[in-house]
């Protein structure tokens, strides 16, 4: 399904700040804002809730430590104790110090490599991907924010005009 | 303008009286001759039902078992004797290095150009206060070492004398030179404390930044200093209670110490104060800053705590490892236990980034660490002086709460002697409107 979005381009990013306060404090639905770099604070001022990110690493981290436990236990003390320069391999415990820089780099290497993957699949992006900037100049010095046409489109647009926007554009967004 | 509050005065005065009494207590309540010691053991044998076991022996071991329980009675009571010293070190030590840490902590501060500290100046300047009057009590210890105790094994002439080891290290640790070097060591921390507190008053009231600039060059040649002055000390002040032991890593394995505690106490003090209204500048981001510095500090000491422990039990080296053979076998609890407390906890409560901003997690967080640091400098220190006769007891939470006593009333009496901002400095704009 289409809907009609009015794209409004800023060249500052400072205006786009105010511009994105203005536009949610007169109650119009943001879909969207492109910057060619991160804008501090954007995300607080749309109104965006925190990443979980960080939560699904701690995650990823338990599982790289419990699986370097569960794989070093199997290997070196259930399935062949042999005595290797006569560490103590009766144990776990025992022999768990040399363990320690295997479990650290498990659990940095699952936290860091599963983190990366998360975000690459909740933000879709891939190789050959289709890019979804709406104009080139996103990626270089303009920023657009774009709003949802609901009721008067003529009324959005002046006040959009307002808002210190340098170019607007009325478009379809499947 | 801080006051010092009369609640927190009569605080102090009561810790350091109550801890008087009980150092006092330890140093009467430690054995007086050789004889004291036999009956003790003798009462311990009893109690374990070991003397049975004696019996057994045939007669012609008996004159060696005798020789050797009177070997055995001397040794236990030298360990016994060292006890209240041991314990007022650990605390005189322990306090001594958080306003070390903090002195460090401070010259980087300055000499990074950090923008956010910089509201929080005169609290390290009021905790670095006890610098001078804890170097004071160590060096005395010190003194008293080299005549009265017998925590140093190197400085009686009669161990040496049997000893091949330690003489090969006599032209380093003796105590003329040992002194010496304490002397330099503090003077130098001192001087540079005084210095740095001078700058930070005279650039409040000053219209260039003339003496910003002589504090950011003297805090950059400090910290050379320090760099050097720390290692040594810790070789001389902790390591060399272990004569025949050495570790390449092991003065930064104390920095580490020093400076996590160091921090803990800025926090701890900086959330005091704030929760009586006197920083109303500082705000929870610089809270969540130095949480910060605990969590990675406190991540920090356990690298190095691991990497000097994990090194020699893996090399298994004899001459090297008795070091961690005694604190496995006589301090299990206090060692393991305060890898959990230094760093478990630690991780685990500071690593979430909104617990950071909460002052009564940070408070909790704090206390368990410099708990487990306590126990830190508790464990390098006790193995080499009381051996397998330590407890937290009576001689040792004393010292700790008359240190501690001496601690509060030095660094708060230091706060009210000037503004709690630093105003002079040209960074304090972005410190006070600093936002993460």
Known sequence: MSKKVIQAMYNDDDILMDAVKEVRAANYHIEEVYTPFPVHGLDKAMGLKGTRIAITAFMYGCVGLVFSVWMMNYMMIEQWPQDIGGKPSFAFIQNMPAFVPIMFEMTVFFAAHLMVITFYMRSRLWPFKEAENPDPRTTDDMFVMEVIVEGNEEELIAFLEKTGTVEIKVTEKH | MYTFSSKLKTLSLALMIIGLLGVGYGFLSAPASIDEVKVL??????????????????????????????????????????????????????????????????????????????????????????????????????????????????????????????????????????????????????????????????????????????????????????????????????????????????????????????????????????????LEFVNNSHLHDLAKFMFGFSIFWAYLWFSQFMLIWYANIPEEVTYFVTRFNDYKVPFLGMVVLNFVFPLLILMNSDFKRVPWFIVTAGIIVLIGHYIDIFVMIMPATVGDQWFIGISEISSVLLVLGIFIYVVFNAMTKAPLLAKGSPFIKESEHFHY
């Open chain 2, 41 to 278: 053991l003798q009462e311990s044998h009893n109690s374990h039902g070991e003397v049975a076991a004696t019996a057994d022996h045939s007669v012609a071991e008996k004159g060696d078992a005798v020789q050797s329980e009177e070997a055995h009675a001397e040794h236990v009571y030298h360990l016994l004797k060292n006890k209240p010293w041991s314990a007022l070190y650990v605390a005189l030590f322990f306090f001594f290095m958080i306003s070390l840490g903090t002195l460090a902590f401070y010259a980087i501060q300055h000499v990074s150009q950090a923008g956010w500290s910089v509201v929080l100046f005169r609290v390290m300047e009021g905790i670095t206060a006890y610098l001078p009057v804890g170097g004071v009590l160590l060096f005395v210890f010190f003194v008293l070492s080299a005549t009265q105790n017998h925590l140093f094994t190197w400085m009686d002439p009669e161990v040496v004398a049997n000893d091949v080891l330690i003489q090969n290290k006599a032209s380093y640790l003796n105590v003329p030179f040992f002194l010496g070097r304490a002397a330099i060591y503090i003077l130098g921390w001192v001087l540079y404390r005084n210095y740095a507190r001078k700058m930070t008053i005279a650039q409040d009231a000053s219209t260039d930044l003339s003496n910003y600039r002589k504090l950011f060059k003297s805090s950059a040649a400090f910290l050379v200093f320090f760099l050097v002055t720390e290692s040594m000390m810790s070789w001389d002040w902790i390591m060399s209670l272990d004569p025949h032991w050495y570790s390449t890593l092991f003065g930064w394995y104390v920095f580490a110490s020093l400076i996590v505690s160091a921090i803990t106490t800025i926090a701890l003090i900086s959330i005091y104060l704030k929760g009586k209204g006197y």
